[in-house]
């Protein structure tokens, strides 16, 4: 069964720093994707040679890979209150990395991450 379980979030203020995890079980997976709600964050192509990033972000999120344990990172610094949302990890088989959410096919639960000003 295949599962993408995210953790980290929490109720932060503006500046503050957080990291998200997700571990993935069940298969393995080329590319990954952090989305706030369905809005594309951050995404991975294999091996982590390839990242992308939202505007919003770039230069505060950094998306990072573990392939010995199976764990997708999003270290987010310098948080604002505009970040907030539900956070979730994607991933697909495909090759490459992507910003669209139609072309991942396996989705996690979902984190909750707040900034107050």
């Known amino acids: 069964q295949v599962q993408l379980v995210e953790s980290g979030g929490g109720s932060v203020q503006a500046g503050d720093s957080l990291r998200l995890s997700c571990a993935v079980s069940?298969?393995?997976?080329?590319?990954y994707a952090w989305f706030r709600q369905r809005e594309f964050v951050a995404s991975t192509s294999c091996g982590g040679?390839?990242?992308d990033y939202a505007d919003s972000v770039k230069g505060r999120f950094t998306i990072s890979r573990d392939n010995a344990s199976n764990t997708v990172y999003l270290q987010m610094n310098s948080l604002k209150p505009e970040d907030t949302g539900v956070y979730y990890c994607?991933?697909?088989?495909?090759?490459?990395?992507?910003?669209?959410?139609?072309?991942?096919?396996?989705w996690g639960q979902g984190t909750q991450v707040t900034v107050s000003s």
């Open positions: 994607a991933a697909t088989r495909r090759m490459g990395s992507f910003s669209r959410d139609d072309l991942y096919d396996s």
């Open positions: 069940g298969r393995s997976f080329n590319a």
């Open positions: 040679a390839s990242t």
